[in-house]
T-cell receptor
C-alpha cells in the first residue's frame, strides 16, 4: 500500500521565481494538508484541502496557494520566492478533516532551496 | 493561537535507559496530542497519541501522559535502543482548529550503544 508520495524530492530555485510541489495522498485518504519545516524546527501548518477546497489556513502569506484535484492529489504553489522560503515542505493526508480522528500520514517531503 | 513548547532540545542516553520528553501547550481547547518520530530524510511518523479524555496511554516501550490542568504532556520511552535515535516532535490540535497540528520545536534523541 503506497503511502503519501511527494515530488520532486529536491528543488533549487532562484529568488523571485515560482514553484509547484506535488502530493499524492495515501490510498483511501481524501484530505491533504501542507506543512513547512525550516531546518531545526517543527513543521508549521500552511493549509488543508478537502473536496477541492481550502478548509483551513495557517499564518502564511497569499504567495502560498494550493489546489486539490478530483483524485485527491494536491499541489502547493509558492510565488515570488524569498530566501526564507527554503525549507522542507511536507504533505500529510488523512481520512477525515479532523486530525484527531485517525491521525496524519506524512510524506517524505520536498526539500526546496532558494538561492 | 496555540503555542507548544518542547524540552529538552537534545537528549543523550545509554542503551537500556529511559528517555522522557516534555511539552506544554497554551490553548485550553486542545484535545488531541500526538507524538511523531522523524528520521533523517523522512517525514514525521506517528508513534503514539492521546486524547484529552485520557490521562495515560501505553504501547509497548512507549507511553504518553497528559495533565490537562497543568497543560502539559510527556513522552516516555523505556529500554531505549539505538534505533530509537531520531528527532521527536510533540503536537497539539484543538476542536476549533481540528485539521491543524501545532508542533513543538523537536527533541534530538541519541541512544548510545
Amino acid at each position: 500500500d503506497a503511502g503519501v508520495t511527494q515530488s520532486p524530492t529536491h528543488l533549487i530555485k532562484t529568488r523571485g521565481q515560482q514553484v509547484t510541489l506535488r502530493c499524492s495522498p495515501k490510498s483511501g485518504h481524501d484530505t491533504v494538508s501542507w506543512y513547512q519545516q525550516a531546518l531545526g524546527q517543527g513543521p508549521q501548518f500552511i493549509f488543508q484541502y478537502y473536496e477541492e477546497e481550502e478548509r483551513q489556513r495557517g499564518n502564511f502569506p497569499d504567495r502560498f496557494s494550493g489546489h486539490q484535484f478530483p483524485n485527491y492529489s494536491s499541489e502547493l504553489n509558492v510565488n515570488a520566492l524569498l530566501l526564507g522560503d527554503s525549507a522542507l515542505y511536507l504533505c500529510a493526508s488523512s481520512l477525515t478533516l479532523s486530525v484527531s480522528d485517525y491521525g496524519y500520514t506524512f510524506g517524505s517531503g520536498t526539500r526546496l532551496t532558494v538561492v | 493561537g496555540e503555542n507548544v513548547e518542547q524540552h529538552p532540545s537534545t537528549l543523550s542516553v545509554q542503551e537500556g535507559d529511559s528517555a522522557v520528553i516534555k511539552c506544554t501547550y497554551s490553548d485550553s481547547a486542545s484535545n488531541y496530542f500526538p507524538w511523531y518520530k522523524q528520521e533523517l530524510g523522512k517525514g514525521p511518523q506517528l508513534i503514539i497519541d492521546i486524547r484529552s479524555n485520557v490521562g495515560e496511554k501505553k504501547d509497548q516501550r512507549i507511553a504518553v501522559t497528559l495533565n490537562k490542568t497543568a497543560k502539559h504532556f510527556s513522552l516516555h520511552i523505556t529500554e531505549t535502543q539505538p534505533e530509537d535515535s531520531a528527532v521527536y516532535f510533540c503536537a497539539a490540535s484543538s476542536y476549533t482548529s481540528y485539521g491543524k497540528l501545532t508542533f513543538g520545536q523537536g527533541t534530538i534523541l541519541t541512544v548510545h550503544p
